[in-house]
T-cell receptor, first 114, second 115 residues
Protein backbone atom coordinates (compact mmCIF):
# COMPACT_ATOMS: atom_id res chain seq x y z
CA UNK A 1 0.00 0.00 0.00
CA UNK A 2 0.87 3.67 -0.10
CA UNK A 3 3.27 5.12 2.46
CA UNK A 4 3.59 8.89 2.91
CA UNK A 5 6.45 10.42 4.86
CA UNK A 6 6.38 14.03 5.97
CA UNK A 7 9.13 16.33 7.27
CA UNK A 8 9.73 18.17 9.47
CA UNK A 9 7.46 17.13 12.32
CA UNK A 10 7.73 20.59 13.87
CA UNK A 11 8.62 23.91 12.28
CA UNK A 12 8.92 27.37 13.78
CA UNK A 13 9.33 30.42 11.57
CA UNK A 14 9.35 34.14 12.17
CA UNK A 15 6.25 35.98 11.04
CA UNK A 16 6.72 37.17 7.49
CA UNK A 17 9.21 34.44 6.59
CA UNK A 18 8.46 31.43 4.39
CA UNK A 19 7.71 27.88 5.52
CA UNK A 20 8.30 24.72 3.51
CA UNK A 21 6.96 21.25 4.34
CA UNK A 22 8.05 18.22 2.34
CA UNK A 23 6.43 14.84 1.68
CA UNK A 24 7.46 11.72 -0.18
CA UNK A 25 5.19 8.90 -1.33
CA UNK A 26 5.87 5.32 -2.29
CA UNK A 27 3.09 4.34 -4.75
CA UNK A 28 3.98 5.49 -8.26
CA UNK A 29 0.30 5.13 -9.22
CA UNK A 30 -0.75 7.87 -6.78
CA UNK A 31 -1.97 10.87 -8.73
CA UNK A 32 -3.77 13.15 -6.29
CA UNK A 33 -1.98 15.08 -3.54
CA UNK A 34 -3.96 17.32 -1.18
CA UNK A 35 -2.80 19.34 1.79
CA UNK A 36 -4.89 19.79 4.92
CA UNK A 37 -4.63 22.32 7.73
CA UNK A 38 -5.83 21.36 11.20
CA UNK A 39 -6.12 24.04 13.85
CA UNK A 40 -6.17 23.04 17.49
CA UNK A 41 -9.33 21.14 18.34
CA UNK A 42 -10.75 21.57 14.84
CA UNK A 43 -11.27 19.37 11.82
CA UNK A 44 -8.72 19.01 9.00
CA UNK A 45 -9.56 21.36 6.15
CA UNK A 46 -8.38 21.16 2.57
CA UNK A 47 -6.20 24.14 1.69
CA UNK A 48 -4.74 23.17 -1.68
CA UNK A 49 -4.35 20.09 -3.86
CA UNK A 50 -2.43 19.07 -6.96
CA UNK A 51 -2.81 16.32 -9.53
CA UNK A 52 -0.01 14.40 -11.16
CA UNK A 53 -0.38 16.13 -14.53
CA UNK A 54 0.63 19.46 -12.95
CA UNK A 55 4.01 20.44 -11.52
CA UNK A 56 3.01 23.46 -9.48
CA UNK A 57 -0.11 25.16 -8.22
CA UNK A 58 -0.51 28.46 -6.39
CA UNK A 59 -3.27 30.02 -4.36
CA UNK A 60 -2.34 33.42 -2.92
CA UNK A 61 0.34 32.78 -0.26
CA UNK A 62 0.37 29.00 -0.57
CA UNK A 63 1.84 26.87 -3.33
CA UNK A 64 2.42 23.19 -3.87
CA UNK A 65 5.07 21.62 -6.09
CA UNK A 66 5.17 18.03 -7.30
CA UNK A 67 8.09 16.01 -8.62
CA UNK A 68 6.63 12.76 -9.96
CA UNK A 69 9.98 11.28 -10.88
CA UNK A 70 11.33 11.68 -7.37
CA UNK A 71 7.91 10.99 -5.81
CA UNK A 72 7.91 14.02 -3.61
CA UNK A 73 5.75 17.10 -3.17
CA UNK A 74 6.06 20.20 -1.04
CA UNK A 75 3.92 22.92 0.50
CA UNK A 76 5.25 26.46 0.47
CA UNK A 77 3.71 29.22 2.58
CA UNK A 78 5.06 32.73 1.98
CA UNK A 79 4.69 35.85 4.15
CA UNK A 80 3.58 33.71 7.08
CA UNK A 81 1.06 35.11 9.55
CA UNK A 82 0.12 34.03 13.10
CA UNK A 83 -3.10 32.45 11.79
CA UNK A 84 -0.99 30.04 9.74
CA UNK A 85 -0.04 28.28 13.00
CA UNK A 86 -1.58 24.79 12.82
CA UNK A 87 -0.79 21.17 12.01
CA UNK A 88 -0.44 20.54 8.28
CA UNK A 89 -0.97 17.14 6.69
CA UNK A 90 0.00 16.01 3.22
CA UNK A 91 -1.80 13.07 1.66
CA UNK A 92 -1.76 10.93 -1.47
CA UNK A 93 -4.25 8.75 -3.28
CA UNK A 94 -4.88 6.90 -6.51
CA UNK A 95 -7.78 8.98 -7.73
CA UNK A 96 -10.19 7.34 -10.17
CA UNK A 97 -9.06 3.81 -9.41
CA UNK A 98 -12.37 2.89 -7.82
CA UNK A 99 -10.96 2.18 -4.39
CA UNK A 100 -9.61 5.54 -3.40
CA UNK A 101 -8.45 6.39 0.04
CA UNK A 102 -6.26 9.21 1.23
CA UNK A 103 -3.09 8.09 2.97
CA UNK A 104 -1.91 10.89 5.23
CA UNK A 105 1.55 11.94 6.27
CA UNK A 106 2.35 12.19 9.97
CA UNK A 107 1.77 15.94 10.15
CA UNK A 108 3.88 19.06 10.67
CA UNK A 109 3.18 21.39 13.58
CA UNK A 110 3.88 24.86 12.24
CA UNK A 111 4.34 27.70 14.72
CA UNK A 112 4.58 31.29 13.53
CA UNK A 113 6.57 33.47 15.92
CA UNK A 114 5.22 37.04 16.04
CA UNK B 1 -25.71 24.58 7.69
CA UNK B 2 -23.07 21.97 8.63
CA UNK B 3 -21.88 19.87 5.68
CA UNK B 4 -20.63 16.83 7.64
CA UNK B 5 -21.95 16.53 11.17
CA UNK B 6 -20.96 14.02 13.82
CA UNK B 7 -22.53 13.22 17.15
CA UNK B 8 -21.57 13.18 19.90
CA UNK B 9 -18.66 15.62 19.96
CA UNK B 10 -17.31 14.14 23.19
CA UNK B 11 -17.78 10.64 24.56
CA UNK B 12 -16.38 9.42 27.88
CA UNK B 13 -17.11 5.81 28.74
CA UNK B 14 -15.83 2.89 30.75
CA UNK B 15 -13.88 -0.05 29.42
CA UNK B 16 -16.07 -2.86 28.19
CA UNK B 17 -18.98 -0.64 27.19
CA UNK B 18 -20.52 -0.46 23.71
CA UNK B 19 -20.95 2.93 22.05
CA UNK B 20 -21.96 4.43 18.71
CA UNK B 21 -20.94 7.53 16.79
CA UNK B 22 -23.20 8.95 14.12
CA UNK B 23 -22.30 10.86 10.98
CA UNK B 24 -24.44 12.61 8.41
CA UNK B 25 -23.52 14.61 5.32
CA UNK B 26 -25.74 16.94 3.32
CA UNK B 27 -23.34 17.46 0.42
CA UNK B 28 -24.85 14.80 -1.80
CA UNK B 29 -21.53 12.92 -1.78
CA UNK B 30 -21.45 9.24 -2.66
CA UNK B 31 -18.54 8.17 -0.44
CA UNK B 32 -18.07 8.39 3.31
CA UNK B 33 -15.14 7.46 5.52
CA UNK B 34 -14.12 6.91 9.11
CA UNK B 35 -10.64 7.99 10.15
CA UNK B 36 -8.99 7.61 13.54
CA UNK B 37 -6.62 10.30 14.83
CA UNK B 38 -4.45 9.12 17.69
CA UNK B 39 -2.69 11.15 20.38
CA UNK B 40 0.24 11.79 18.03
CA UNK B 41 -2.19 13.31 15.48
CA UNK B 42 -1.73 10.48 12.99
CA UNK B 43 -4.78 10.15 10.71
CA UNK B 44 -5.48 6.56 9.68
CA UNK B 45 -8.35 5.30 7.57
CA UNK B 46 -10.63 2.69 9.07
CA UNK B 47 -13.54 2.26 6.66
CA UNK B 48 -15.00 3.65 3.47
CA UNK B 49 -18.49 3.26 2.04
CA UNK B 50 -19.63 4.16 -1.47
CA UNK B 51 -23.39 4.38 -1.92
CA UNK B 52 -24.01 2.23 1.17
CA UNK B 53 -21.50 -0.40 0.04
CA UNK B 54 -18.33 -1.14 2.02
CA UNK B 55 -15.32 -0.58 -0.22
CA UNK B 56 -12.45 -0.16 2.22
CA UNK B 57 -12.00 -2.10 5.42
CA UNK B 58 -8.53 -1.58 6.83
CA UNK B 59 -7.01 -3.74 9.53
CA UNK B 60 -9.40 -2.76 12.28
CA UNK B 61 -10.50 -5.01 15.18
CA UNK B 62 -13.89 -6.54 14.47
CA UNK B 63 -15.19 -4.79 17.60
CA UNK B 64 -15.61 -1.85 15.20
CA UNK B 65 -18.61 -2.19 12.93
CA UNK B 66 -19.68 0.50 10.48
CA UNK B 67 -23.22 0.80 9.17
CA UNK B 68 -24.52 2.90 6.31
CA UNK B 69 -28.33 2.98 6.16
CA UNK B 70 -28.17 5.34 3.18
CA UNK B 71 -25.47 7.27 1.35
CA UNK B 72 -25.90 10.33 3.57
CA UNK B 73 -25.25 8.46 6.82
CA UNK B 74 -22.36 6.40 8.13
CA UNK B 75 -22.38 5.27 11.74
CA UNK B 76 -19.66 3.56 13.74
CA UNK B 77 -20.46 1.09 16.50
CA UNK B 78 -17.74 -0.06 18.88
CA UNK B 79 -18.15 -3.07 21.13
CA UNK B 80 -16.21 -3.89 24.30
CA UNK B 81 -14.31 -0.62 24.37
CA UNK B 82 -10.64 -0.73 25.34
CA UNK B 83 -8.28 1.96 26.64
CA UNK B 84 -6.44 1.96 23.30
CA UNK B 85 -9.62 3.01 21.51
CA UNK B 86 -9.28 6.49 23.00
CA UNK B 87 -8.77 8.85 20.06
CA UNK B 88 -10.55 11.40 17.92
CA UNK B 89 -12.71 9.77 15.26
CA UNK B 90 -13.37 11.78 12.12
CA UNK B 91 -16.06 11.13 9.59
CA UNK B 92 -15.46 12.47 6.08
CA UNK B 93 -17.17 12.46 2.72
CA UNK B 94 -16.13 12.91 -0.88
CA UNK B 95 -17.70 12.91 -4.30
CA UNK B 96 -16.49 9.37 -4.79
CA UNK B 97 -14.24 7.21 -6.96
CA UNK B 98 -14.03 7.99 -10.61
CA UNK B 99 -15.59 11.42 -10.35
CA UNK B 100 -12.35 13.35 -10.62
CA UNK B 101 -13.26 15.30 -7.51
CA UNK B 102 -11.29 13.93 -4.63
CA UNK B 103 -11.16 16.38 -1.78
CA UNK B 104 -12.53 15.21 1.54
CA UNK B 105 -14.84 17.22 3.76
CA UNK B 106 -14.32 16.25 7.38
CA UNK B 107 -16.77 16.32 10.24
CA UNK B 108 -15.80 18.08 13.46
CA UNK B 109 -14.67 14.87 15.11
CA UNK B 110 -15.71 12.81 18.13
CA UNK B 111 -13.26 12.70 21.00
CA UNK B 112 -13.64 9.27 22.59
CA UNK B 113 -12.08 8.72 26.01
CA UNK B 114 -12.18 5.25 27.50
CA UNK B 115 -11.53 5.12 31.25
Amino acid sequence: GENVEQHPSTLSVQEGDSAVIKCTYSDSASNYFPWYKQELGKRPQLIIDIRSNVGEKKDQRIAVTLNKTAKHFSLHITETQPEDSAVYFCAASRANFGNEKLTFGTGTRLTIIP
Amino acid sequence: DTAVSQTPKYLVTQMGNDKSIKCEQNLGHDTMYWYKQDSKKFLKIMFSYNNKELIINETVPNRFSPKSPDKAHLNLHINSLELGDSAVYFCASSQGPGTGVNGYTFGSGTRLTVV
